[in-house]
């Protein structure tokens, strides 16, 4: 079955960066567009970043020039470097990917302090 294993969340300051990874397995990585969502305490889940099987990429409005997203198809594996990070950035990160069906990783939280 299609799991994804997200990891690399954390605290850290304002300014600051971190780099989220997504492992995926039980799928054709190499076709799959993936994406990452976040979810923030009594807010709705929101797009940060989406990686088509061919690379094309498109971001939230929110996190526009300080977040890439990117993918490693040996290691089947995506990636989200966060940098210039914000305190509105706090959220649990969701990897996500459709094969079939949409499938959710089971979330990283990020910590952003002022």
């Known amino acids: 079955q299609v799991q994804l294993v997200e990891s690399g969340g954390g605290s850290v300051q304002a300014g600051g960066s971190l780099r989220l990874s997504c492992a995926a397995s039980g799928l054709s990585f190499r076709i799959s567009p993936m994406g990452w969502y976040r979810q923030a305490p009594g807010k709705q889940r929101e797009l940060v970043a989406r990686i088509s099987s061919g690379g094309n990429t498109n971001y939230g409005d929110s996190v526009k020039d300080r977040f890439t997203i990117s993918r490693d198809n040996a290691k089947n594996t995506v990636y989200l470097q966060m940098n210039s990070l914000k305190p509105e950035d706090t959220a649990v990160y969701l990897c996500?990917?459709?094969?079939?069906?949409?499938?959710w990783g089971q979330g990283t939280q990020v910590t952003v302090s002022s």
């Open positions: 996500t990917v459709t094969w079939n069906r949409v499938y």
